[in-house]
């Protein structure tokens, strides 16, 4: 083991909250404090724009009880921010961790927060300043590299299955057509994970489009043409993110002068826009009265009541792997969660931040059917133990048809 740094430490949450990223943080702060050489433990609120403002709170003394409670509450107790520091930003960053003696810095969060964090560990190397700085990986996209999958997709995971389970019976007693918006910028894992809504053999999402794949408004209607004229319903799984062969949002054909988020994106989440456009196209061209659409929004990042128990438990894993990687070992890195068996197991690794920062993952190609408009096996075998346990499973009445007495006079 290599001589202990002496210091402070300080863990941070960024970008969207999730079902468990309070158990990544709670793992910070227990693991933290049983190293005798830690000082002091803060928290930043809102991310770093806490860290600008020097906006901590001391969590040395913070009971554990509350702690493991505060765990078990989604979305980030610490609060987030959107802000995406450039370089100049960071090393404002770097000057207040300095200032404070804060010798770990631990982040939680997606693609944005670990080139964050790559910069200001650039930072400190320059200044030849001892900062450990270790990214623990957070998103529902599950998008990021170098992982197998990521805390907080499991659970997002979890409610967009079963969202799209209750959808699915709703649909099948009142028929029509139901389109569903998911998140998912650049990638489809959360939307592909509606293919656990589907028992029986008729079950809906009977067609599944992500943002791997183009996305061709004619075959489109192609398709839900063919599966309403199989099952007379038809229900549609989307990405938010989904693009034609030319790679332009499918928003923008539809619903042309779409406005832009904080970093120059089209907005996607805060609208309906999408679901309402697709809803319109199918209506317009294939003259079907019952059409409706939802979109998912914020309802799924940080959901009550349905939390994915593997999910929360790697969240807390990964956290605690962090802290003694940056304090056994004195390196700096993200955390990446490997899964080493098929039948499920996991493993923690760090890997450099330049591996992960600013870096997208987007969904293998063994998981898209062909036609482009669903989901493989191999896809069904990965997701389904993210998800975790307990999950529902519907059930359908057997019993025999009563033969008619009226018709069959009639006939």
Same mark, same amino acid.
């Given at each position: @083991?290599?001589?202990?740094?002496?210091g402070?430490?300080?863990?941070?949450?960024g970008?969207?909250p999730t079902?468990?990223?309070? #158990?990544?943080?709670t793992g $910070?702060? !227990?693991?933290a404090?049983k190293f005798?050489?830690i000082?002091?433990?803060?928290?930043?609120l809102?991310?770093?724009r806490?860290i600008i403002?020097e906006?901590f *709170?001391?969590?040395?003394r913070?009971?554990?009880h509350?702690l493991?409670?505060?765990a078990?509450t989604?979305s /980030?107790?610490? *609060? /987030?921010?959107?802000d995406k520091p450039d370089? =100049?930003y960071?090393h404002r960053m770097f000057?207040?961790l300095?200032a404070h003696?804060i010798?770990y810095?631990f &982040?939680?969060?997606g693609n944005?927060?670990?080139d964050?964090?790559?910069?200001v560990n650039?930072?400190?190397? #320059?200044?030849?300043y001892?900062?450990?700085?270790?990214?623990?990986?957070k998103?529902?996209d599950n998008?990021? @590299?170098?992982?197998?999958?990521?805390p907080?997709y499991?659970s997002?995971?979890r409610?967009v299955?079963?969202?799209?389970g209750?959808?699915?019976?709703?649909?099948?007693?009142?028929k029509?057509?139901y389109i569903?918006v998911?998140m998912?910028?650049?990638a489809?894992?959360l939307?592909?994970?509606s293919?656990?809504?589907?028992?029986?053999e008729?079950?809906?999402p009977?067609?599944?489009?992500v943002?791997?794949r183009p996305?061709? !408004?004619d075959r489109?209607?192609?398709d $839900?043409?063919?599966t309403?004229k199989? &099952?007379?319903r038809?229900?549609?799984?989307?990405?938010e993110?989904?693009t034609?062969? /030319?790679?332009q949002?499918? @928003?923008t054909?539809l619903?042309?002068g779409m406005g #832009?988020?904080?970093?120059?994106?089209v #907005?996607?989440?805060?609208t309906g826009?999408l679901g309402d456009?697709?809803?319109d196209?199918?209506k317009?061209n294939?003259k079907?009265?019952?059409?409706? /659409? =939802?979109?998912?929004g914020?309802?799924?990042r940080?959901f009550?009541?349905?939390?994915s128990?593997r999910?929360?438990?790697?969240?807390? %894993?990964?956290?605690?792997?962090?802290?003694?990687?940056?304090m056994?070992?004195?390196?700096?890195?993200?955390v990446a969660?490997r899964?080493?068996?098929p039948?499920?197991s996991?493993d &923690?690794? !760090?890997v450099?931040?330049?591996?992960v920062?600013?870096?997208?993952?987007?969904?293998?190609?063994?998981? *898209?059917n %062909?036609?482009?408009?669903?989901?493989?096996?191999a896809f069904?075998?990965?997701v389904?133990p993210?998800v975790?346990?307990?999950?529902? %499973?519907?059930a359908r009445?057997?019993?025999?048809?009563?033969?008619?007495v009226?018709?069959?006079?009639?006939?």
């Amino acid at each position: @083991m290599v001589d202990k740094l002496a210091g402070k430490v300080l863990v941070a949450q960024g970008g969207g909250p999730t079902a468990v990223i309070n #158990q990544s943080l709670t793992g $910070v702060v !227990l693991e933290a404090r049983k190293f005798p050489h830690i000082t002091r433990v803060y928290g930043a609120l809102h991310g770093v724009r806490g860290i600008i403002d020097e906006d901590f *709170l001391d969590l040395t003394r913070e009971t554990t009880h509350n702690l493991e409670a505060v765990a078990l509450t989604p979305s /980030s107790a610490l *609060l /987030s921010t959107r802000d995406k520091p450039d370089r =100049d930003y960071c090393h404002r960053m770097f000057e207040v961790l300095r200032a404070h003696g804060i010798h770990y810095f631990f &982040y939680v969060g997606g693609n944005d927060s670990s080139d964050t964090l790559r910069i200001v560990n650039e930072e400190a190397e #320059q200044a030849k300043y001892p900062l450990r700085c270790v990214h623990i990986p957070k998103t529902i996209d599950n998008d990021l @590299m170098e992982n197998d999958h990521c805390p907080g997709y499991g659970s997002a995971a979890r409610f967009v299955a079963q969202a799209f389970g209750g959808v699915n019976l709703d649909n099948r007693a009142l028929k029509g057509v139901y389109i569903g918006v998911v998140m998912g910028r650049h990638a489809g894992f959360l939307t592909a994970a509606s293919c656990l809504a589907r028992r029986f053999e008729d079950d809906g999402p009977h067609l599944i489009y992500v943002p791997e794949r183009p996305f061709d !408004l004619d075959r489109f209607l192609g398709d $839900v043409d063919r599966t309403m004229k199989q &099952y007379g319903r038809c229900i549609v799984a989307v990405s938010e993110g989904v693009t034609d062969a /030319s790679g332009q949002p499918i @928003m923008t054909r539809l619903k042309p002068g779409m406005g #832009q988020d904080a970093h120059g994106n089209v #907005q996607l989440s805060g609208t309906g826009a999408l679901g309402d456009a697709l809803m319109d196209h199918v209506k317009d061209n294939l003259k079907l009265k019952r059409v409706r /659409s =939802d979109t998912f929004g914020y309802l799924q990042r940080s959901f009550v009541g349905c939390v994915s128990d593997r999910d929360a438990h790697e969240a807390r %894993e990964a956290a605690e792997k962090a802290v003694q990687f940056a304090m056994w070992d004195d390196i700096d890195g993200s955390v990446a969660i490997r899964r080493p068996v098929p039948n499920y197991s996991v493993d &923690y690794e !760090l890997v450099p931040l330049k591996n992960v920062a600013g870096k997208t993952r987007h969904m293998d190609d063994a998981f *898209l059917n %062909e036609a482009g408009n669903g989901v493989t096996q191999a896809f069904y075998t990965y997701v389904r133990p993210l998800v975790g346990s307990g999950m529902f %499973e519907p059930a359908r009445l057997r019993a025999a048809r009563v033969a008619p007495v009226i018709k069959g006079r009639s006939s």
